[in-house]
């Protein structure tokens, strides 16, 4: 039987473990035997690889006085000591001589008298220094006197602008807290008339409801009506268009918007978009449509969160136009309105109005219904979308008996019953006369919309006598022709 060897211990090593025994050379024990050990200075645990630099005194370099920093140090009559070890070439390459210049003391300001003389450096190898002015040791005085000596040296160097001087009576006392709310409300709180409630106060606490900027908000909007109105009689230009098919057009448009479950403030502003177009182009009869369409999906990527894709309003329209037409359609009519769709929907002027009417919800539905007969009946053009969703809240809160025109709403809605009477009786006129708008009429017939158009054509056809419209026989377009 053979004798079994003794297994050997296999002795693993780590030529990067410092604490292993192993006496193999590797290149970083190489290079720390060439490096000269008495040339460089004592090393501590987590201490960076920069040695601490001392002045030429032997002292270390204070963080008061910079003007030494980065140099070693030199004693008269001895050669620079050369530091040795491996040198990037990035420091000095090819040894090129590069003149520096030394910094201040802190003392001198970046304001004041250039008379102090710089320290000039210059290398001449890679760690080697020469000063071109003896080193001097720093006269230290008390503490009191740099300290006033810094003050005085500052307030000469310190431009006039930044000195302050205030006498003994103008001293800043204590602040005592102030509420920046109460400051706010003190300085841009609006004057209300009398018997006007401030309906904006309860609401300062929600940030959604903006109650700080609500009434400079609603001017803003008011000034910015008169840009964004059509001519009321842009139809005398158009050669092969009439009133009539506009009313076809959007009451078409009425139904596109329905199927996609679109905003309200989309339909409005696509409508705004045709007019002002055709305000401004001739038109033919076959291109109508495309306006329309057009129209409707820039008015949905302006309004919606999600629009829908342009190859939907070309499958809406019957394929009867391509996707380039319409995108090339919209690019046509964007810079003919200047790329300016700022239009102030009447819509925000009807929710604005409905929070003095304590946001009852069907005064508000039938208010809409109201307000889109402004969309079909030319009529309405001439009117500022405000005015005329004041309108359809007075009329609207008429219908369902809400009360008076009070001196709240009217303050909010910002215009009276005399300036209402107008716009209001043009929507009594709208109503009592035969159907000509089906979707329109289909839509509001429904229980979602409160059947707001079943309703008021009711009231209307009992009370239009009370306005003054006797003939209701003849509808919107009968009329246009006979006026024409």
């Known amino acids: 039987m053979p004798v079994a060897r003794p297994a050997r211990q296999r002795l693993v090593t780590n030529e990067n473990d410092e604490n292993s025994n192993s006496t193999r050379m590797t290149r970083a024990k190489a290079a720390a035997l060439e490096t000269d050990v008495a040339s460089q200075p004592v090393k501590q645990a987590f201490q960076s690889k920069k040695a601490p630099i001392t002045t030429a005194t032997g002292r270390r370099a204070a963080l008061g006085d910079v003007s030494n920093v980065g140099k070693t140090a030199v004693v008269e009559g001895k050669k620079p000591i050369k530091s040795s070890g491996l040198v990037s070439k990035a420091v000095n390459p090819n040894g090129v001589q590069k003149a520096t210049?030394?910094?201040?003391?802190?003392?001198?300001?970046?304001?004041?008298?250039?008379?102090?003389?710089?320290?000039?450096?210059?290398?001449?190898?890679?760690?080697?220094?020469?000063?071109?002015?003896?080193?001097?040791?720093r006269k230290v005085a008390s503490t009191m006197a740099s300290v006033k000596q810094e003050e005085i040296l500052t307030e000469e160097s310190e431009p006039a602008r930044k000195k302050i001087i205030m006498s003994e009576n103008e001293k800043p006392t204590k602040l005592e807290h102030i509420d920046e709310k109460d400051v706010f409300l003190d300085e841009a709180k609006p004057i209300y008339p009398p018997g006007v409630t401030n309906l904006d106060e309860e609401d300062l606490d929600d940030p959604l409801m903006a109650a700080e900027y609500a009434t400079e908000i609603f001017e803003y909007l008011k000034d910015l009506e008169c840009?964004?109105?059509?001519?009321?009689?842009?139809?005398?230009?158009?050669?092969?268009?009439?009133?009539?098919?506009?009313?076809?057009?959007?009451?078409?448009?009425?139904?596109?918007?329905?199927?996609?479950?679109?905003?309200?403030?989309?339909?409005?502003?696509?409508?705004?978009?045709?007019?002002?177009?055709?305000?401004?182009?001739?038109?033919?009869?076959?291109?109508?449509?495309?306006?329309?369409?057009?129209?409707?999906?820039?008015?949905?990527?302006?309004?919606?969160?999600?629009?829908?894709?342009?190859?939907?309003?070309?499958?809406?329209?019957?394929?009867?136009?391509?996707?380039?037409?319409?995108?090339?359609?919209?690019?046509?009519?964007?810079?003919?309105?200047?790329?300016?769709?700022?239009?102030?929907?009447?819509?925000?002027?009807?929710?604005?109005?409905?929070?003095?009417?304590?946001?009852?919800?069907?005064?508000?539905?039938?208010?809409?219904?109201?307000?889109?007969?402004?969309?079909?009946?030319?009529?309405?053009?001439?009117?500022?979308?405000?005015?005329?969703?004041?309108?359809?809240?007075?009329?609207?809160?008429?219908?369902?008996?809400?009360?008076?025109?009070?001196?709240?709403?009217?303050?909010?809605?910002?215009?009276?019953?005399?300036?209402?009477?107008?716009?209001?009786?043009?929507m009594v006129d709208y109503l009592a006369r035969p159907v000509i708008h089906e979707?329109?009429?289909?839509?509001?017939?429904?229980?979602?919309?409160?059947?707001?158009?079943?309703?008021?054509?009711?009231?209307?056809?009992?009370?239009?006598?009370?306005?003054?419209?006797?003939?209701v026989r003849l509808s919107l377009d009968e009329l246009d022709e006979q006026s024409v």
């Open 101 to 137: 210049h030394a910094r201040t003391t802190s003392t001198r300001t970046a304001l004041s008298s250039k008379e102090v003389k710089k320290t000039e450096v210059k290398k001449t190898g890679p760690g080697a220094v020469t000063i071109g002015a003896p080193a001097h040791k």
């Open 227 to 426: 840009n964004s109105i059509p001519n009321p009689n842009y139809m005398e230009h158009q050669d092969d268009l009439e009133w009539k098919t506009r009313g076809i057009l959007v009451d078409w448009l009425i139904e596109v918007h329905t199927r996609f479950h679109l905003l309200p403030e989309t339909l409005f502003l696509a409508v705004n978009v045709i007019d002002r177009f055709l305000s401004e182009k001739v038109v033919q009869l076959e291109r109508l449509q495309l306006v329309g369409i057009t129209a409707m999906f820039i008015a949905s990527k302006y309004e919606e969160v999600l629009s829908p894709h342009v190859a939907n309003f070309s499958h809406v329209a019957d394929d009867g136009f391509t996707v380039a037409e319409i995108l090339s359609a919209e690019r046509f009519i964007l810079s003919t309105l200047n790329y300016d769709l700022s239009y102030p929907n009447p819509m925000n002027f009807l929710r604005r109005i409905s929070k003095a009417d304590n946001y009852d919800i069907q005064s508000r539905t039938i208010g809409k219904y109201l307000m889109e007969i402004s969309l079909l009946d030319h009529r309405f053009m001439a009117y500022r979308p405000s005015h005329v969703a004041a309108a359809a809240m007075y009329l609207s809160r008429m219908i369902l008996d809400r009360g008076e025109w009070d001196a709240t709403i009217a303050y909010y809605a910002g215009y009276t019953e005399e300036e209402i009477e107008p716009v209001f009786e043009l």
């Open 439 to 471: 979707a329109f009429y289909k839509k509001y017939a429904s229980k979602k919309f409160l059947k707001a158009s079943l309703l008021t054509r009711q009231w209307a056809k009992k009370n239009a006598p009370l306005f003054g419209i006797t003939d």
